[in-house]
Protein backbone atom coordinates (compact mmCIF):
# COMPACT_ATOMS: atom_id res chain seq x y z
CA UNK A 1 0.00 0.00 0.00
CA UNK A 2 3.20 2.69 0.53
CA UNK A 3 6.62 2.93 1.05
CA UNK A 4 6.76 2.45 4.69
CA UNK A 5 3.92 4.67 5.71
CA UNK A 6 0.99 6.06 4.02
CA UNK A 7 0.01 9.38 3.80
CA UNK A 8 -2.67 11.43 5.26
CA UNK A 9 -4.76 14.47 4.43
CA UNK A 10 -7.20 16.08 6.66
CA UNK A 11 -10.64 16.95 5.58
CA UNK A 12 -9.54 20.38 3.89
CA UNK A 13 -6.74 18.85 2.15
CA UNK A 14 -3.52 19.77 4.70
CA UNK A 15 -1.02 17.39 5.64
CA UNK A 16 -1.41 14.88 8.91
CA UNK A 17 1.22 13.08 10.27
CA UNK A 18 1.76 9.50 8.32
CA UNK A 19 0.10 6.49 9.26
CA UNK A 20 0.70 2.50 9.24
CA UNK A 21 -0.75 0.78 6.42
CA UNK A 22 -3.28 -1.25 8.62
CA UNK A 23 -4.84 2.12 9.90
CA UNK A 24 -5.56 3.69 6.46
CA UNK A 25 -7.01 -0.03 5.62
CA UNK A 26 -9.20 0.45 8.40
CA UNK A 27 -9.92 3.90 7.71
CA UNK A 28 -10.99 2.83 3.94
CA UNK A 29 -13.13 0.22 5.00
CA UNK A 30 -15.47 2.35 7.80
CA UNK A 31 -15.61 4.74 5.09
CA UNK A 32 -13.78 7.21 7.46
CA UNK A 33 -11.48 8.35 4.24
CA UNK A 34 -11.16 8.15 1.00
CA UNK A 35 -8.13 7.72 -1.68
CA UNK A 36 -6.74 10.98 -2.58
CA UNK A 37 -3.93 9.62 -4.61
CA UNK A 38 -2.90 6.55 -6.11
CA UNK A 39 1.50 6.83 -5.90
CA UNK A 40 2.51 7.95 -3.24
CA UNK A 41 -0.81 6.05 -2.03
CA UNK A 42 -2.26 8.79 0.35
CA UNK A 43 -5.79 8.69 1.61
CA UNK A 44 -7.78 11.94 2.81
CA UNK A 45 -10.13 11.88 6.11
CA UNK A 46 -13.58 13.02 5.49
CA UNK A 47 -14.33 13.74 9.36
CA UNK A 48 -11.32 15.48 10.45
CA UNK A 49 -9.61 18.77 9.87
CA UNK A 50 -5.82 20.26 10.73
CA UNK A 51 -7.31 21.88 14.05
CA UNK A 52 -8.74 18.67 14.81
CA UNK A 53 -5.82 17.10 14.65
CA UNK A 54 -2.22 16.81 16.84
CA UNK A 55 0.71 17.29 14.08
CA UNK A 56 4.08 16.65 15.41
CA UNK A 57 6.17 17.29 12.11
CA UNK A 58 8.34 15.52 10.50
CA UNK A 59 11.84 15.84 8.84
CA UNK A 60 12.93 16.04 5.06
CA UNK A 61 16.13 14.15 4.35
CA UNK A 62 17.50 14.75 0.99
CA UNK A 63 21.34 12.95 -0.35
CA UNK A 64 21.50 14.21 -4.05
CA UNK A 65 23.35 12.21 -6.47
CA UNK A 66 24.24 12.09 -10.03
CA UNK A 67 21.97 9.22 -11.48
CA UNK A 68 19.90 8.77 -8.54
CA UNK A 69 19.10 10.71 -5.21
CA UNK A 70 17.89 9.54 -2.04
CA UNK A 71 14.58 11.04 -0.58
CA UNK A 72 13.85 10.36 3.11
CA UNK A 73 10.60 11.25 5.74
CA UNK A 74 11.59 10.63 9.10
CA UNK A 75 10.38 11.77 12.51
CA UNK A 76 12.68 12.16 15.97
CA UNK A 77 11.64 11.45 19.54
CA UNK A 78 13.55 12.25 22.74
CA UNK A 79 13.37 9.03 24.61
CA UNK A 80 15.52 7.93 28.41
CA UNK A 81 18.19 5.75 27.15
CA UNK A 82 19.94 2.85 29.10
CA UNK A 83 22.29 4.71 30.92
CA UNK A 84 19.05 6.70 32.07
CA UNK A 85 20.57 9.98 29.28
CA UNK A 86 17.52 11.44 27.06
CA UNK A 87 18.86 10.08 23.82
CA UNK A 88 17.11 11.07 20.29
CA UNK A 89 15.50 8.50 18.47
CA UNK A 90 14.86 8.47 14.87
CA UNK A 91 12.90 6.69 12.50
CA UNK A 92 12.15 6.65 9.21
CA UNK A 93 8.89 6.43 7.73
CA UNK A 94 8.91 6.70 3.97
CA UNK A 95 11.62 6.49 1.46
CA UNK A 96 12.33 7.62 -2.15
CA UNK A 97 14.57 7.12 -4.80
CA UNK A 98 14.27 9.77 -7.26
CA UNK A 99 15.80 8.57 -10.65
CA UNK A 100 17.55 10.87 -12.86
CA UNK A 101 17.03 10.90 -16.70
CA UNK A 102 20.35 13.11 -17.02
CA UNK A 103 22.51 10.80 -19.07
CA UNK A 104 19.58 10.61 -21.14
CA UNK A 105 19.26 14.66 -21.62
CA UNK A 106 22.93 14.96 -22.70
CA UNK A 107 22.69 11.88 -25.01
CA UNK A 108 19.84 13.38 -26.46
CA UNK A 109 21.54 17.46 -26.78
CA UNK A 110 24.50 15.32 -28.30
CA UNK A 111 22.43 13.71 -31.01
CA UNK A 112 21.25 16.98 -31.53
CA UNK A 113 24.16 18.97 -32.18
CA UNK A 114 25.55 15.96 -34.58
CA UNK A 115 22.41 16.42 -36.64
CA UNK A 116 23.26 20.02 -36.50
CA UNK A 117 26.68 19.61 -37.45
CA UNK A 118 25.86 17.37 -40.34
CA UNK A 119 23.13 19.71 -41.88
CA UNK A 120 26.01 22.65 -42.01
CA UNK A 121 28.98 20.98 -43.18
CA UNK A 122 26.27 19.09 -46.11
CA UNK A 123 25.44 22.71 -46.98
CA UNK A 124 22.39 22.05 -46.61
CA UNK A 125 21.75 25.82 -45.70
CA UNK A 126 21.01 25.57 -42.02
CA UNK A 127 21.65 28.18 -39.59
CA UNK A 128 25.24 29.00 -38.64
CA UNK A 129 26.55 28.07 -35.25
CA UNK A 130 26.07 30.12 -32.39
CA UNK A 131 29.04 31.71 -30.50
CA UNK A 132 30.49 29.60 -27.40
CA UNK A 133 31.39 32.65 -25.28
CA UNK A 134 27.90 33.64 -25.51
CA UNK A 135 26.62 35.40 -22.38
CA UNK A 136 24.61 32.81 -20.25
CA UNK A 137 22.07 34.28 -17.58
CA UNK A 138 22.65 34.34 -13.66
CA UNK A 139 22.53 30.69 -12.52
CA UNK A 140 22.31 28.99 -15.93
CA UNK A 141 22.40 25.53 -15.91
CA UNK A 142 23.11 22.67 -18.72
CA UNK A 143 19.82 21.28 -19.46
CA UNK A 144 20.80 17.51 -17.96
CA UNK A 145 22.29 19.65 -15.09
CA UNK A 146 18.72 21.74 -14.61
CA UNK A 147 16.96 18.50 -14.96
CA UNK A 148 18.45 17.16 -11.81
CA UNK A 149 17.60 20.17 -9.74
CA UNK A 150 14.12 20.70 -10.83
CA UNK A 151 13.35 17.17 -10.24
CA UNK A 152 14.98 17.06 -6.94
CA UNK A 153 13.13 20.15 -6.17
CA UNK A 154 9.75 18.59 -7.38
CA UNK A 155 9.54 15.89 -4.88
CA UNK A 156 10.35 17.17 -2.12
CA UNK A 157 7.23 19.77 -3.02
CA UNK A 158 5.23 16.95 -3.52
CA UNK A 159 6.59 15.29 -0.26
CA UNK A 160 5.55 19.14 1.55
CA UNK A 161 2.34 18.84 0.32
CA UNK A 162 1.56 15.11 1.44
CA UNK A 163 3.13 15.59 4.89
CA UNK A 164 3.53 18.11 7.30
CA UNK A 165 7.68 18.70 6.89
CA UNK A 166 8.68 21.58 9.36
CA UNK A 167 12.65 21.05 8.08
CA UNK A 168 14.55 19.82 5.63
CA UNK A 169 18.15 18.51 5.87
CA UNK A 170 20.65 17.99 2.67
CA UNK A 171 23.83 16.54 2.19
CA UNK A 172 25.93 19.13 0.13
CA UNK A 173 29.13 17.36 -0.72
CA UNK A 174 31.93 18.68 -2.97
CA UNK A 175 34.54 15.99 -4.72
CA UNK A 176 38.24 17.00 -5.34
CA UNK A 177 38.40 15.76 -8.56
CA UNK A 178 41.75 16.18 -9.25
CA UNK A 179 42.43 14.29 -6.10
CA UNK A 180 40.46 11.34 -7.80
CA UNK A 181 42.08 12.14 -11.27
CA UNK A 182 45.34 10.74 -9.41
CA UNK A 183 43.82 8.70 -7.40
CA UNK A 184 45.70 9.69 -4.30
CA UNK A 185 45.52 12.89 -1.72
CA UNK A 186 47.53 15.49 -3.03
CA UNK A 187 48.81 18.69 -0.84
CA UNK A 188 50.19 21.94 -1.37
CA UNK A 189 51.88 22.55 -4.73
CA UNK A 190 50.83 19.07 -6.48
CA UNK A 191 47.25 20.85 -6.78
CA UNK A 192 48.97 23.39 -9.50
CA UNK A 193 50.68 19.75 -11.26
CA UNK A 194 48.44 18.65 -13.71
CA UNK A 195 49.21 15.81 -15.67
CA UNK A 196 49.47 17.88 -19.31
CA UNK A 197 52.04 20.20 -16.47
CA UNK A 198 54.79 21.64 -18.74
CA UNK A 199 53.74 19.31 -22.12
CA UNK A 200 50.81 19.69 -24.79
CA UNK A 201 48.54 16.49 -24.95
CA UNK A 202 49.83 14.91 -28.32
CA UNK A 203 53.70 15.31 -26.96
CA UNK A 204 52.34 13.08 -23.80
CA UNK A 205 50.55 10.97 -26.32
CA UNK A 206 53.94 10.16 -27.80
CA UNK A 207 56.48 10.08 -25.35
CA UNK A 208 53.78 7.84 -23.29
CA UNK A 209 53.24 5.01 -26.34
CA UNK A 210 56.72 5.65 -27.94
CA UNK A 211 55.35 7.27 -30.82
CA UNK A 212 53.45 4.11 -32.16
CA UNK A 213 49.80 2.96 -32.82
CA UNK A 214 48.71 1.59 -29.39
CA UNK A 215 46.09 -1.03 -31.86
CA UNK A 216 49.02 -2.50 -34.08
CA UNK A 217 52.46 -1.20 -32.95
CA UNK A 218 52.68 0.77 -36.21
CA UNK A 219 55.56 2.59 -36.36
CA UNK A 220 57.02 5.80 -39.14
CA UNK A 221 53.32 6.65 -40.17
CA UNK A 222 50.68 9.24 -39.48
CA UNK A 223 49.17 9.02 -35.78
CA UNK A 224 45.81 10.58 -35.26
CA UNK A 225 44.50 10.89 -31.29
CA UNK A 226 41.90 8.42 -30.36
CA UNK A 227 38.83 7.91 -28.33
CA UNK A 228 39.04 4.91 -25.81
CA UNK A 229 35.51 4.89 -25.10
CA UNK A 230 33.91 7.29 -28.34
CA UNK A 231 32.60 10.83 -27.94
CA UNK A 232 28.93 9.49 -29.55
CA UNK A 233 28.98 6.65 -26.69
CA UNK A 234 29.65 9.34 -23.93
CA UNK A 235 33.26 9.49 -23.41
CA UNK A 236 35.52 12.73 -23.33
CA UNK A 237 38.46 13.81 -24.02
CA UNK A 238 40.80 13.12 -20.86
CA UNK A 239 44.24 11.93 -21.17
CA UNK A 240 43.67 8.76 -19.65
CA UNK A 241 40.97 8.52 -22.34
CA UNK A 242 43.14 8.92 -25.28
CA UNK A 243 45.65 7.18 -27.35
CA UNK A 244 47.49 6.97 -30.15
CA UNK A 245 46.09 5.34 -33.54
CA UNK A 246 47.49 4.67 -37.28
CA UNK A 247 45.09 6.14 -39.85
CA UNK A 248 43.60 2.52 -40.28
CA UNK A 249 43.37 1.32 -36.88
CA UNK A 250 41.36 4.52 -36.35
CA UNK A 251 39.01 4.34 -39.14
CA UNK A 252 38.02 0.77 -38.64
CA UNK A 253 37.51 1.15 -34.93
CA UNK A 254 35.36 4.09 -35.75
CA UNK A 255 33.03 4.89 -32.89
CA UNK A 256 33.66 1.34 -31.49
CA UNK A 257 34.05 0.48 -28.02
CA UNK A 258 37.74 -0.75 -27.66
CA UNK A 259 36.72 -3.60 -25.26
CA UNK A 260 34.79 -4.80 -28.84
CA UNK A 261 37.34 -3.18 -30.70
CA UNK A 262 39.81 -5.70 -29.30
CA UNK A 263 38.41 -8.90 -28.20
CA UNK A 264 40.73 -10.71 -29.87
CA UNK A 265 43.39 -9.25 -27.98
CA UNK A 266 43.13 -9.17 -24.83
CA UNK A 267 46.47 -8.88 -23.86
CA UNK A 268 46.72 -5.51 -25.65
CA UNK A 269 43.36 -4.79 -24.28
CA UNK A 270 44.64 -5.13 -20.53
CA UNK A 271 47.30 -2.99 -21.84
CA UNK A 272 45.44 -0.44 -22.63
CA UNK A 273 42.59 -0.61 -19.92
CA UNK A 274 45.63 0.27 -17.18
CA UNK A 275 45.70 3.90 -18.11
CA UNK A 276 41.82 3.88 -17.93
CA UNK A 277 40.58 5.85 -14.91
CA UNK A 278 37.23 6.18 -13.76
CA UNK A 279 34.54 8.75 -15.45
CA UNK A 280 34.76 11.91 -13.48
CA UNK A 281 31.27 12.74 -15.34
CA UNK A 282 28.97 12.20 -11.87
CA UNK A 283 31.71 13.97 -9.88
CA UNK A 284 31.41 17.02 -11.81
CA UNK A 285 27.67 16.95 -12.06
CA UNK A 286 27.24 16.91 -8.48
CA UNK A 287 30.09 19.78 -7.82
CA UNK A 288 27.71 21.87 -10.07
CA UNK A 289 24.56 21.45 -9.32
CA UNK A 290 25.13 20.96 -5.18
CA UNK A 291 24.92 25.04 -4.41
CA UNK A 292 21.66 25.22 -6.76
CA UNK A 293 19.70 22.17 -4.77
CA UNK A 294 20.16 23.87 -1.40
CA UNK A 295 19.22 27.54 -3.02
CA UNK A 296 15.99 26.17 -5.02
CA UNK A 297 14.42 24.51 -1.55
CA UNK A 298 14.44 27.70 -0.06
CA UNK A 299 11.00 28.50 -2.17
CA UNK A 300 9.59 25.23 -0.12
CA UNK A 301 9.54 27.97 3.21
CA UNK A 302 11.21 25.43 5.20
CA UNK A 303 14.41 25.95 7.08
CA UNK A 304 17.03 24.14 5.09
CA UNK A 305 20.37 22.75 7.07
CA UNK A 306 23.41 21.59 4.92
CA UNK A 307 25.61 18.74 6.40
CA UNK A 308 28.59 17.48 4.74
CA UNK A 309 29.09 13.63 3.34
CA UNK A 310 31.61 12.92 5.77
CA UNK A 311 28.72 13.20 8.66
CA UNK A 312 26.50 11.23 6.96
CA UNK A 313 29.16 8.42 6.01
CA UNK A 314 29.80 8.88 9.71
CA UNK A 315 26.05 8.09 10.79
CA UNK A 316 25.87 5.37 8.20
CA UNK A 317 29.14 3.26 9.56
CA UNK A 318 28.06 4.27 13.42
CA UNK A 319 24.53 2.60 12.32
CA UNK A 320 25.94 -0.65 10.71
CA UNK A 321 23.44 0.11 7.22
CA UNK A 322 24.99 -0.12 3.59
CA UNK A 323 25.34 2.53 1.20
CA UNK A 324 22.12 3.40 -0.71
CA UNK A 325 20.72 6.52 -1.38
CA UNK A 326 17.70 5.81 1.06
CA UNK A 327 19.73 4.80 3.64
CA UNK A 328 22.57 7.93 2.90
CA UNK A 329 19.19 10.05 3.01
CA UNK A 330 18.24 8.53 6.23
CA UNK A 331 21.44 9.55 7.93
CA UNK A 332 21.69 13.12 6.57
CA UNK A 333 21.99 15.62 9.85
CA UNK A 334 23.36 15.95 13.35
CA UNK A 335 23.53 12.09 15.15
CA UNK A 336 25.36 12.15 18.22
CA UNK A 337 25.55 8.47 18.28
CA UNK A 338 27.95 8.29 20.68
CA UNK A 339 25.52 10.16 23.37
CA UNK A 340 23.10 7.39 22.67
CA UNK A 341 21.57 8.61 19.87
CA UNK A 342 20.29 5.70 17.15
CA UNK A 343 18.29 5.04 13.54
CA UNK A 344 15.52 2.41 15.30
CA UNK A 345 13.70 1.91 11.95
CA UNK A 346 13.60 2.36 8.53
CA UNK A 347 11.08 1.78 5.90
CA UNK A 348 10.65 -1.98 4.54
CA UNK A 349 9.57 -0.60 0.89
CA UNK A 350 11.45 1.68 -0.66
CA UNK A 351 9.26 3.92 -3.54
CA UNK A 352 11.75 3.77 -6.97
CA UNK A 353 10.52 7.19 -8.98
CA UNK A 354 11.90 6.97 -12.51
CA UNK A 355 11.90 10.51 -14.11
CA UNK A 356 10.62 9.27 -17.67
CA UNK A 357 9.64 13.25 -19.02
CA UNK A 358 6.23 14.12 -20.21
CA UNK A 359 7.05 13.45 -24.16
CA UNK A 360 8.98 15.19 -26.85
CA UNK A 361 7.79 18.72 -28.40
CA UNK A 362 9.03 17.36 -31.82
CA UNK A 363 6.70 17.53 -34.28
CA UNK A 364 8.84 14.99 -36.66
CA UNK A 365 10.74 11.75 -36.40
CA UNK A 366 13.97 12.29 -37.96
CA UNK A 367 16.53 9.35 -39.77
CA UNK A 368 19.69 8.87 -39.29
CA UNK A 369 20.53 11.98 -40.73
CA UNK A 370 18.41 14.29 -38.59
CA UNK A 371 16.08 14.60 -41.81
CA UNK A 372 12.35 14.42 -40.74
CA UNK A 373 11.35 11.14 -41.76
CA UNK A 374 7.63 11.07 -40.73
CA UNK A 375 5.17 13.71 -39.01
CA UNK A 376 4.03 12.97 -34.91
CA UNK A 377 0.70 13.52 -34.06
CA UNK A 378 -0.23 17.18 -33.04
CA UNK A 379 -2.42 15.97 -29.95
CA UNK A 380 -1.04 13.69 -27.09
CA UNK A 381 -4.03 12.74 -25.38
CA UNK A 382 -6.33 10.06 -27.37
CA UNK A 383 -9.56 9.23 -25.97
CA UNK A 384 -9.10 10.73 -23.04
CA UNK A 385 -5.74 9.38 -22.23
CA UNK A 386 -2.11 10.06 -22.04
CA UNK A 387 0.63 8.36 -21.90
CA UNK A 388 2.19 7.88 -18.58
CA UNK A 389 -1.42 7.66 -17.06
CA UNK A 390 -2.03 5.01 -14.35
CA UNK A 391 -5.44 3.14 -15.57
CA UNK A 392 -7.38 -0.46 -14.18
CA UNK A 393 -7.98 -2.59 -16.97
CA UNK A 394 -10.98 -4.72 -17.32
CA UNK A 395 -10.41 -7.41 -20.21
CA UNK A 396 -13.59 -9.17 -20.65
CA UNK A 397 -12.60 -12.12 -23.09
CA UNK A 398 -9.66 -13.16 -24.70
CA UNK A 399 -5.68 -14.43 -23.31
CA UNK A 400 -5.62 -11.50 -21.54
CA UNK A 401 -9.36 -11.76 -19.79
CA UNK A 402 -9.06 -9.80 -16.40
CA UNK A 403 -8.52 -6.83 -14.38
CA UNK A 404 -4.72 -4.85 -15.19
CA UNK A 405 -3.59 -2.21 -13.56
CA UNK A 406 -0.31 -0.22 -15.38
CA UNK A 407 0.59 2.61 -16.93
CA UNK A 408 -0.65 3.01 -20.56
CA UNK A 409 0.99 4.28 -24.00
CA UNK A 410 -1.84 5.92 -26.21
CA UNK A 411 -2.46 5.28 -29.82
CA UNK A 412 -4.34 7.40 -31.97
CA UNK A 413 -6.43 4.28 -33.11
CA UNK A 414 -7.79 3.66 -29.42
CA UNK A 415 -5.94 0.43 -28.59
CA UNK A 416 -3.53 1.95 -26.40
CA UNK A 417 -0.56 -0.40 -24.94
CA UNK A 418 -0.82 -1.35 -21.20
CA UNK A 419 2.61 -2.63 -19.09
CA UNK A 420 1.56 -5.46 -16.72
CA UNK A 421 3.83 -7.77 -15.05
CA UNK A 422 3.49 -10.61 -17.29
CA UNK A 423 4.71 -8.06 -20.26
CA UNK A 424 2.78 -5.46 -22.34
CA UNK A 425 -0.39 -6.21 -24.14
CA UNK A 426 -3.31 -4.20 -26.72
CA UNK A 427 -6.26 -2.95 -24.73
CA UNK A 428 -9.03 -0.88 -25.93
CA UNK A 429 -10.04 2.27 -24.68
CA UNK A 430 -13.64 1.81 -23.46
CA UNK A 431 -12.02 -1.07 -21.08
CA UNK A 432 -9.94 1.29 -19.37
CA UNK A 433 -10.54 3.50 -16.03
CA UNK A 434 -8.34 5.98 -15.22
CA UNK A 435 -6.72 6.52 -11.63
CA UNK A 436 -4.11 8.68 -11.73
CA UNK A 437 -2.65 11.18 -14.59
CA UNK A 438 0.62 10.72 -15.47
CA UNK A 439 3.20 13.13 -13.78
CA UNK A 440 6.32 12.58 -15.70
CA UNK A 441 7.38 9.64 -13.40
CA UNK A 442 7.26 5.74 -13.48
CA UNK A 443 6.52 3.98 -10.49
CA UNK A 444 7.89 0.93 -8.58
CA UNK A 445 8.76 -0.67 -5.60
CA UNK A 446 11.97 -2.53 -4.30
CA UNK A 447 12.65 -3.43 -0.70
CA UNK A 448 15.25 -2.01 1.90
CA UNK A 449 17.61 -5.28 1.50
CA UNK A 450 19.73 -4.57 5.01
CA UNK A 451 18.05 -5.14 8.05
CA UNK A 452 17.20 -2.64 10.40
CA UNK A 453 19.72 -2.75 13.27
CA UNK A 454 16.85 -2.84 16.08
CA UNK A 455 14.99 -5.62 14.04
CA UNK A 456 12.31 -3.33 13.08
CA UNK A 457 10.68 -2.16 10.07
CA UNK A 458 7.48 -0.30 8.57
Not at 307 to 315: D, E, L, M, P
Request: aromatic share 6%.
Amino acid sequence: MGAGRVFVLSKDGQPLMPCHPARARELLGKGKAVVARQVPFTIRLKDRTLSESEVDGVQLRIDPGSKGTGLALTDEKKEVGAQGAIVTVRRGLVAVELQHRGDQIHRCMQQRAGYRNRRRSANCRYRAPRSDNRTRPAGWLAPSLRHRVDTIYSQAARLCRYAPVTEIHVERVAFDTHAMSAGRPLTAAEYQQRTLAGTEARAYLHAKWNSACAYCDATGVPLNIDHLRPRSRGGSSRISNLVLACVPCNQSKGNTPVEVFLTHQPERLAKILQQVKTPLNDAAAINAICWEVTESLDALGRPVHAWSGGRTKWNRSAMGLEKTHTLDALCVGRLEHEAGDAIVRFPQQVLVAKATGRGSYARTTPDRYGFPRLRRARSKQHFGYVTGDLVRANVPTGKWAGSWTGRISVRARGQHSLTTPGGRINVSHWNLRLLQRGDGYGYAFRPESVPSTSGKTG
